[in-house]
């Protein structure tokens, strides 16, 4: 009896003890005599997250998602949530939780594939082949990995890892058609043409009305020398996009290399009329008429083509000298050669004046000289040539450029230029926060992190 008297007096005052330290603890942590309401553990909230993002309330998502950061700031799996379920509300600080979920956990697929998924998007494509590439290694195996993976290689003539992973989306989804006319493409683009053109064959067999697989097939043949078998496939093109002016110039073509000026010229006329600066069209048109007889016509078509090829290889000298001469100044005020950097970046600006970026760098060189006036009179000039208010995002352009450039202490300056332009651009503080943790500035990298967890 004595045993039972006192078990129930012995729970009942370890329950008080502890309920006593709960309510010490929340007054501590709050700052008043009010508990803490319990909260669901961090994984408990993370998968809730996680459904109400499936079912499309990012929003949602996105506030427990929050909450289960702010309770372990140290969850790689918490914060690669967050930047998911943030990446169509805000995507850059959705970009900043997937980065740190990456600083955290090196091989975390999930928040790997994002940001690599983030970069492509943003066109930068050698950070998304790198972020993509290290989401494969961690195990990640999704369609669009390997669809993307497919993409980027064959961008850098990578052709036979680009096969590799696209024959692993069509695996995963085997009754997607576009990923067997990329086949094609792939094919063609690495020389494989008899196998691209069976694919082609195979391909318009059930998929009839695609325009580019004809476009593709005809451009095989003419590729390899065989005209005659081009036109068909092009006519269908051409049939099925009338406006195509590429179409046009290309059944054209096919015409032509098969003796058939008079029916070329038809379809060259149109493609001019469609695009009246396709320079090769104006070209092949003068070709065309030169072998029905009709010199004249050819004459002035071979005019209109000399005149539009120079006024487009002016713009392009224009644009060579300009950026060879910017690159020149960006280098200089790198190793702190300003009189050398001022000199380039004038000539950068004379050049080329109609962008705002080199008149902003020229105005950061020109306040490190002490030249004042000459740094607002640039300024004025970029000003000038942007929309009210866009000052800032230009520096972030600037910034952003000078990080490809790889001079990146002055590339900070410009970002911290756009953040005191525009403190909510948060873009900017990404790539500063980015920047000064590969310069080991950790201060500066966690003042900017700060007010992306905001």
């Not at 082609?200 to 005809?218: M, N, R």
């Not at 009338?242 to 149109?270: F, H, I, M, N, W």
């Not at 001022?342 to 760098?361: I, N």
């Given at each position: 009896m004595q045993s039972a008297n006192y078990r129930p007096h012995f729970s009942f005052f370890i329950f008080h003890f502890s309920f006593s330290i709960v309510l010490v603890f929340s007054w501590i942590v709050e700052g008043q005599g009010q508990p803490l309401a319990p909260q669901p553990p961090i994984p408990a909230l993370v998968a809730e997250g996680r459904r109400r993002l499936q079912a499309g309330d990012a929003a949602g998502a996105a506030s427990l998602l929050r909450r289960a950061v702010q309770a372990n700031p140290d969850d790689a799996n918490a914060r690669a949530a967050l930047g998911v379920a943030l990446r169509g509300i805000d995507p850059v600080r959705g970009r900043y939780q997937l980065w740190r979920a990456v600083a955290l956990r090196p091989e975390h697929a999930e928040a790997l594939y994002h940001l690599g998924a983030l970069s492509l998007q943003e066109g930068d494509q050698a950070q998304a082949r790198e972020m993509l590439e290290r989401a494969a290694r961690a195990g990640a195996r999704n369609l669009h990995l390997h669809e993307a993976l497919a993409y980027l290689y064959a961008e850098?003539?990578?052709?036979?890892?680009?096969?590799?992973?696209?024959?692993?989306?069509?695996?995963?989804?085997?009754?997607?058609?576009?990923?067997?006319?990329?086949?094609?493409?792939?094919?063609?683009?690495?020389?494989?043409?008899?196998?691209?053109?069976?694919?082609?064959?195979?391909?318009?067999?059930?998929?009839?009305?695609?325009?580019?697989?004809?476009?593709?097939?005809?451009?095989?043949?003419l590729l390899t020398g065989r005209p005659q078998e081009a036109v068909a496939p092009l006519r269908r093109?051409?049939?099925?996009?009338?406006?195509?002016?590429?179409?046009?110039?290309?059944?054209?073509?096919?015409?032509?290399?098969?003796?058939?000026?008079?029916?070329?010229?038809?379809?060259?006329?149109?493609?001019?009329?469609?695009?009246?600066?396709?320079?090769?069209?104006?070209?092949?048109?003068?070709?065309?008429?030169?072998?029905?007889?009709?010199?004249?016509?050819?004459?002035?078509?071979?005019?209109?083509?000399?005149?539009?090829?120079?006024?487009?290889?002016?713009?392009?000298?224009?644009?060579r000298v300009y950026f060879a001469t910017w690159g020149?100044?960006?280098?200089?005020?790198?190793?702190?050669?300003?009189?050398?950097?001022?000199?380039?970046?004038?000539?950068?600006?004379?050049?080329?004046?109609?962008?705002?970026?080199?008149?902003?760098?020229?105005?950061q060189v020109y306040e490190k000289q002490g030249l004042q006036g000459a740094a607002q009179q640039e300024l004025r000039r970029a000003r000038g040539l942007l929309r009210e208010g866009d000052l800032g995002r230009a520096y972030l352009a600037l910034g952003v450029e000078l990080l490809h450039q790889g001079a990146l202490s002055v590339a900070a300056e410009a970002l911290e230029r756009a953040v005191r332009m525009d403190p909510a651009l948060s873009r900017a503080r990404y790539q500063l926060v980015l920047l000064y943790d590969r310069l080991g500035r950790a201060a500066d990298r966690d003042r900017h992190a700060k007010a992306l967890e905001e």
């Open positions: 850098v003539d990578r052709f036979a890892d680009a096969v590799q992973h696209l024959r692993r989306a069509m695996e995963i989804a085997p009754g997607e058609s576009k990923f067997r006319l990329r086949l094609a493409v792939l094919q063609e683009r690495s020389g494989a043409y008899p196998e691209a053109v069976q694919a082609l064959k195979d391909f318009i067999a059930t998929s009839p009305d695609v325009v580019e697989a004809h476009l593709l097939l005809g451009h095989v043949y093109a051409v049939a099925l996009r009338p406006v195509d002016a590429k179409a046009r110039y290309q059944l054209g073509q096919a015409l032509l290399q098969a003796g058939r000026p008079s029916e070329a010229t038809s379809e060259l006329r149109e493609a001019v009329r469609l695009s009246p600066d396709y320079a090769e069209a104006r070209y092949a048109l003068g070709q065309a008429y030169l072998k029905a007889g009709e010199g004249e016509k050819a004459r002035r078509e071979m005019e209109a083509f000399q005149k539009r090829h120079a006024e487009r290889e002016r713009e392009a000298s224009r644009r020149l100044g960006v280098e200089a005020e790198a190793r702190g050669d300003l009189k050398r950097a001022a000199e380039a970046l004038q000539q950068a600006v004379a050049v080329f004046p109609e962008d705002e970026r080199a008149h902003l760098q020229l105005s």
